[in-house]
């Protein structure tokens, strides 16, 4: 979100802060300038999901296809120009933004249900006024970008922080992002996404030197002001009392500009005239109400100061900054932990580049004002494995594995759920169990057995949880003939039988190591997709032949379409059902990828894919084709092919499941209220706050509730799908 209030305040107050740029001719200036040196641009990819994602239809799960091509022309487009891209995404959420995390997230909630209100009503996708983001779109960027050949990084840290590093030390061309925090370091230039005319590749450039120079500070007050106005760290409301204060005494009050507008100007006046007076004499707490909130403000402080940088108004001769919390710093396997905050391909770079400040500042006793960083005590003790998931990470090779091993501690943002359908589960708890198996996997590597593993923090949304507490999840073990391999024995080794191991642990993971004769007789890339399925399947009973039909027909027939094709395809009608069940497979498609990545990729990364296998609309369409009646033929569009290959994936999935003790039928032949089963779930998790433990063998899965009760591991269980909502 950036600085309180300072975009609005830009486009009004300071429009000449902005610039309509050429990246082209700013790269063309830059290789005249440094010869042989590459125009590299650093984009902060999380801003830019909204800008890339331009399908019409967004409720369905996702236009894959689509969406690969638009990151492709993108690509393209700055390639052609000579322009060199890095992407970095959001690796972990730091514990003092965790408030700020979950507010978004029960606010988007409300949007949810908003738009399921409105598919019921008018059984048709909401404007774009009310758009969703597609469950899992950044994970699958991540990879869509890597599949295209660019240098895609995945952060340790808050990713704005790595970004502003990043373009400083490799001296880019600009950062390409949509965060006012980018107006406030003091790093490369910053370009607006949201401005971008990619056929032109011009957009808005926003100078910081041109929003001191209308402010009348310099570049080393910026990060104060962004404190005092509020920012991710130093909550709006906490100098509410003191901006008042400084626009009721500042004389300088402009007619063209809003109430917001001339805060800003007041609090920035208030620091060149007042502050500024005294730098140097007096400390910020002798200078401003900080209170008991002073170690907070001078974390928000430091969080903008990059490697190498000093602030003049953080004294240099003692240290006063409270230790940012551990979750930003590294694992580092070396015998001493090393001070600075590690960016970009190579984490151990000790470049550095000094911050503007005064010239009286220079001369003060050099001391590192850099963030004191704690040396983070993590989940698993092997230094060597540790480093191999770290860099894993920071190269976006596998996703949240790293964040288990180092934190145990994981998020997963809202999907499109509806929480009035107590049919279906959330994905929350129908991928638990395999969670679950993975955290036994990472972290009892050396442990003796999942017993003995500490629970992993889960910060999931799903309906009915308020987010005050994370779920505390239990490992369960993993069933393997043998016993469960160690991680350097899946992730390192090269022995004849490791790939098939890997195989082994992996299907463990989705407990499905009976179907492994049913999967080998599979083609890729349906081999991981009929995996889901039947985990899918076996774990809920609500879902019926029809459902299966669709999932397999618009994978094969994606096959012979194109991006073009998918653009022109029309649906009659939109049903909430299908569209839940689009983000359930969605979903799904990541714990594959989490899975993956944990067992040493026995499997290929691209079969997990969405463009791949799955589209939104190609699905909303199967499904109610499958509704009404329509024979195989029909659904795989005639195609002989396509039908000799369904029938193949149909009895694998349902021989598969019926080796579970699960039949998949037909759901015309269901009873109206037929017993659904969150089946075998086994979640183990409880909240932080112990209440009323009362987990039966009767509870249906919606009355797990916000996770707050115990389970036992890995029960068979029925669940009666006439249970309500827990409260």
């Keep these: 979100m950036g600085v309180r209030g300072l975009q609005g305040f830009v486009g009004s107050s300071c429009p000449q802060v902005c610039t309509v740029v050429s990246l082209r001719e700013l790269a063309e200036q830059h290789r005249s300038r440094h010869p042989g040196s590459t125009p590299t641009v650093v984009v902060d990819a999380m801003c830019c999901l909204r800008y890339w994602y331009t399908p019409e239809s967004w409720v369905c799960g996702g236009q894959w296809k689509e969406y690969f091509s638009v990151l492709r022309d993108f690509v393209r487009t700055f390639t052609a120009a000579g322009i060199k891209l890095v992407f970095f995404f959001d690796g972990m959420v730091e514990q003092h933004k965790r408030d700020v995390w979950v507010k978004r997230r029960l606010r988007n909630n409300r949007e949810v249900a908003r738009i399921f209100q409105h598919l019921k009503s008018h059984r048709a996708q909401p404007s774009r006024n009310m758009f969703f983001i597609p469950s899992g779109l950044a994970i699958f960027t991540r990879f869509a970008l890597k599949t295209l050949g660019q240098e895609t990084l995945c952060s340790l840290q808050e990713a704005d922080y790595e970004v502003a590093a990043y373009g400083l030390q490799s001296h880019c061309l600009g950062i390409l992002g949509e965060d006012t925090d980018y107006l406030i370091y003091d790093t490369c230039p910053y370009f607006s996404i949201s401005e971008l005319c990619l056929d032109s590749l011009s957009t808005v450039m926003l100078c910081r030197e041109k929003l001191c120079e209308s402010l009348g500070l310099r570049l080393a007050d910026l990060p104060l002001l962004a404190c005092l106005l509020g920012n991710d760290v130093v909550p709006e ?61 001078y974390k928000g402080m430091v969080s903008y100061l990059l490697p190498g940088q000093k602030s003049p108004w953080i004294s240099q001769k003692a240290k006063v900054i409270t230790p940012l919390d ?65 860099a894993r990470h920071v190269q976006a090779e596998s996703y949240l594995v790293y964040n288990i091993m180092a934190n145990g501690e994981i998020e997963c943002s809202n999907t499109l759920e509806d929480a009035l359908d107590q049919a279906l589960p959330s994905q929350a708890f129908v991928y638990r169990p395999v969670r679950q198996r993975v955290y036994s996997l990472l972290l009892a590597d050396g442990h003796g057995g999942a017993s003995s593993c500490p629970p992993v923090q889960e910060w999931f949304v799903y309906s009915g949880n308020p987010l005050r507490h994370p779920d505390l999840v239990r490992p369960l073990q993993v069933n393997i003939p043998g016993g469960t391999p160690s991680l350097k024995q899946l992730w390192l080794s090269q022995e004849p039988g490791a790939q098939a191991q890997r195989v082994d642990v992996l299907l463990a993971c ?218």
């Excluded at 027939?557 to 969605?586: F, M, P, T, W, Y």
Aim: aromatic share 8%; glycine share 6%.
């Design 326 to 390: 551990s979750q930003v710093v590294s694992v580092s396997s070396d015998p001493e932990p090393k001070p600075e905050v590690p960016v970009g391909p190579n984490p151990e770079s000790e470049q550095e580049s000094p911050m503007c400040t005064d010239p009286e500042s220079k001369q003060e006793d050099p001391i590192s004002m850099e963030p004191e960083l704690k040396q983070q005590v993590t989940m698993v003790s092997d230094a060597e494995i540790l480093k191999v998931a770290r």
């Design 510 to 727: 989705f407990d499905l190591s009976s179907s492994r004769e049913e999967l080998q007789a599979v083609e890729s890339p349906f081999q991981a997709l009929c995996c889901l399925l039947i985990y899918l399947f076996v774990q809920v009973d609500t879902l019926c032949l029809e459902d299966l039909h669709a999932f397999l027909a618009q994978a094969l027939c994606l096959q012979g379409k194109s991006a073009v094709q998918l653009v022109d395809l029309q649906l009659d009608h939109i049903d909430s059902r299908a569209v839940q069940l689009g983000s359930l497979l969605v979903r799904g498609l990541t714990m594959l990828v989490l899975v993956n990545s944990a067992c040493g990729c026995p499997w290929s990364m691209s079969d997990f894919m969405p463009w791949n296998i799955f589209d939104g609309k190609l699905f909303h369409e199967k499904y109610l084709q499958s509704e009404k009646g329509y024979s195989a033929e029909a659904l795989v569009e005639q195609n002989r092919a396509w039908l000799t290959q369904f029938r193949q994936l149909e009895s694998a999935v349902c021989a598969a499941c019926l080796r579970e003790d699960r039949r998949v039928v037909s759901g015309q032949l269901r009873q109206p209220h037929h017993a659904g089963r969150w089946g075998r779930q086994g979640s183990g998790s409880h909240r932080t706050s112990l209440r009323h433990s009362r987990s039966g063998p009767g509870q249906h899965w919606r009355d797990q509730g916000p996770g707050n009760r115990q389970h036992e591991s890995d029960p068979w269980r029925r669940y009666p799908s006439s249970s309500g909502w827990s409260t």
């Design 237 to 297: 409301g906490l100098f509410e009392t003191f901006r008042y204060k400084c626009l009721s005494s500042y004389t300088s009050g402009r007619e063209n500009c809003d109430r917001k507008g001339n805060v800003i100007f007041a609090v920035a006046d208030h620091i060149s005239k007042v502050l500024r007076l005294h730098q140097g004499e007096k400390k910020l707490e002798e200078m401003l109400p900080l209170g008991p909130s002073k170690a907070l403000f």
